[in-house]
Structure formats: structure tokens, C-alpha cells
């Protein structure tokens, strides 16, 4: 009995000390090969093969699809809604009808300043023939001047009845409510006839939906940097394989108001009109704005330029020995320098850190 408790023992202190040692090669071989890729991957981290290649400059703005031809359409006048013609999503044409105020009182209106209008022009005519020999009369100049106002009074009695008639008969034209383009019924505020409303309480928003556009808010530091006709391309976050190219026709001068800072509103036209019949209002994305490009040139990171005194240098790997060598930089674009001499491709660089 005590010998099988002396191999139990033995057989438990064998099992931990087989599991630390297991542990500590564990812990070991874990260190050995972190070092080993971390010493991999700093060396390859800090050298560079020098490339050729194409530096293009880009300067990206998010944004969203908006309409240049945007129209409110509303009546000129507060009444009750008889009918309405359309619907959300319908497409109309300049000058269709869109609804239409009730016109009972309207029409009962015109009706009654014609009447005014027959009855002054009866009592123009009446004057006219009462005093039509008037100036051969041989009355006093005095005379004449009275009756020559009483026929002009006349007159201009009867020019404000035939205004009052023409103010009436358009007020009944305008209360049949027509679209003023070509478009989209994209809003109806009060789509349920029978209601009253004021103009602001009726509103119909017809969109052009040829004259869709990008629009994006570019910050002060950066509109400057924008011309108008500058091109680029726009890609959708709905259609993010397409890219469709755009041209800046619009830079606001005075900027928008926002919480944000101070942001300047920038319009780019689509150049190809194959997926405006897909694009819809509010779609986000970016515009892409071409600047400087450099085709086929020599190209470092930047992080591998030294500078002294406004001259460039590199430390160029020549038999195993950085060597400084003096460069001509180019164009920069997004961390990468252009060498417009003092290399070839293939050279080998160190970072200036490691010389």
C-alpha cells in the first residue's frame, strides 16, 4: 500500500513537471518566432525596391445625388381642394393639370363684376351721348372743364371694371394648378381633396429627372483647390463597380450654413446618361476629382526621403552599404514621391533612420 502511494506521488510530480516543461518550450517557440517575423516583416518594412509606375492626383468628396430643375408648384390663393389630378411618382408634362381649387365662388364672382362692368359701360355710353356736343355748345370755358371731367370719370370708371373682370377671370384660371415642367411628382402635401388650404399647406414638387446631379459640401481649405470643368468621376455607393464620369459646373460663392464649420456647395454634371434612368434622389457616394498626373515615373514612399538645406536624399543599398544619394522629387500623391532623377528602377533604399 505505501509503495503505490509512492508511485502515485512520483507519477504526479513526473505529470508536472512534464506540463512545465511543456509550457516553457511553448512560451519559448512562441517568442523565437514572434521575433523571427517581427525581425521579417522590419525589414521589410524598412527597404524599398524602387518601382515605376503612374502617380494620379485625386481629390475625393462624399456627396449625394440632387436635381438641378427642381420645381414647388402651389396655388396663388387660399380655398377648398375640388380635385386632384396626380399622384406621387407620376410623370407630367409642362403645363398638366395638377389639381384644382373649388370654383362656385369664383365663378359667381366674375359673374357679378360683369355685371358691374355692363353697367358702367352703359353709363359711359349714356355720358358719352348726354355730352357728346358739349364743346359747340357755347357754355362757359368753366363749364366745359366740368363736363370734360364728368365724361373722363367715366372712362375711368369703366377701365377699372374691365380690370376688376380681367383680376376675377384670373383668379379663376389660377385656381386649376398646372406644372410648370417637365418631371416627376415627387412630394404631394395634400393629397386628399376636399380640404381647405393655403398655398404653403398645398405644395407639389416636380423634379426633372434629366437634370440629376452630384452634389457634395467641400470644406474651405479645400474648394479652393476646385475649378469649374474640372472632371472626375462619381461612384454610387448603390452602383459601386460603375464609375461615371462627372465635370464640376457649379462652385457656390457664399457658403452654406451648417453646424459643421464653413462648407461651400459643389454641383458636377453625369457626362454619361446610361444609369440616369436608375439613379434616384438622396443615392450617396463620392466624387472623385482628377488633378496631376505623372505616367510612368520613378516612385519612392515618402517616408524614405531625407531633407537638408530644401535639397532630397535617399540611402541608396549599394554592396550591402546605405550610401546617401541626392534626388530631384516630383509630384507627391498620398504618401509616394515621383524621382524625376538620381535613381533607377531596381535601386535598393533604406530608411533614413537605419543609414
Not at 533607377?344 to 537605419?354: Q, R, Y
Request: negative net charge.
Amino acid at each position: 500500500m505505501q509503495f503505490i502511494k509512492i508511485v502515485r506521488k512520483y507519477l504526479l510530480n513526473f505529470k508536472t513537471l512534464l506540463v512545465l516543461v511543456v509550457l516553457i518550450i511553448a512560451v519559448l517557440g512562441y517568442f523565437f518566432l514572434k521575433n523571427n517575423y517581427l525581425k521579417q516583416d522590419f525589414e521589410t518594412l524598412s527597404r524599398y525596391t524602387v518601382v515605376r509606375k503612374t502617380l494620379q492626383e485625386e481629390k475625393v468628396f462624399s456627396g449625394n445625388v440632387s436635381a438641378e430643375r427642381v420645381s414647388l408648384a402651389r396655388f396663388a390663393f387660399s380655398g377648398t381642394i375640388a380635385s386632384i389630378a396626380v399622384s406621387e411618382g407620376d410623370k407630367v408634362v409642362k403645363g398638366q393639370v395638377l389639381a384644382s381649387l373649388d370654383r362656385q365662388e369664383l365663378e359667381k364672382d366674375l359673374k357679378k363684376y360683369l355685371n358691374y362692368y355692363l353697367k358702367t359701360r352703359w353709363d359711359f355710353d349714356q355720358k358719352k351721348e348726354d355730352y357728346q356736343d358739349f364743346e359747340v355748345w357755347g357754355i362757359p370755358e368753366k363749364e366745359k372743364n366740368e363736363i370734360k371731367r364728368i365724361v373722363e370719370k367715366a372712362q375711368f370708371d369703366l377701365d377699372n371694371s374691365v380690370l376688376d373682370v380681367e383680376i376675377k377671370n384670373l383668379a379663376l384660371q389660377k385656381s386649376v394648378l398646372k406644372s410648370p415642367i417637365d418631371g416627376i411628382v415627387t412630394r404631394i402635401d395634400q393629397p386628399i381633396a376636399g380640404v381647405y388650404v393655403t398655398p404653403t399647406q398645398a405644395e407639389f414638387e416636380i423634379v426633372d429627372e434629366n437634370s440629376l446631379i452630384f452634389e457634395v459640401l467641400v470644406e474651405q481649405d479645400q474648394v479652393v483647390d476646385l475649378a469649374l470643368n474640372e472632371t472626375g468621376t462619381v461612384i454610387l455607393d448603390s452602383f459601386p463597380d460603375k464609375e461615371i464620369p462627372a465635370e464640376v459646373f457649379y462652385i457656390s460663392f457664399s457658403p452654406v450654413d451648417t453646424s459643421t464649420g464653413v462648407l461651400y456647395k459643389v454641383k458636377a454634371r453625369f457626362l454619361k446618361q446610361d444609369l440616369l434612368p436608375y439613379l434616384r434622389l438622396g443615392m450617396t457616394g463620392e466624387l472623385k476629382i482628377f488633378g496631376k498626373r505623372a505616367d510612368s515615373v520613378l516612385v519612392v514612399p515618402v517616408s524614405f526621403i531625407e531633407t537638408e538645406k530644401d535639397k532630397d536624399y535617399v540611402y541608396l543599398l549599394a554592396n550591402s552599404k546605405p550610401t546617401k544619394v541626392a534626388v530631384q522629387t516630383g509630384l507627391e500623391v498620398e504618401g509616394e514621391v515621383e524621382i524625376k532623377s538620381g535613381l533607377k528602377e531596381g535601386d535598393i533604399l533604406v530608411l533614413p533612420s537605419l543609414k
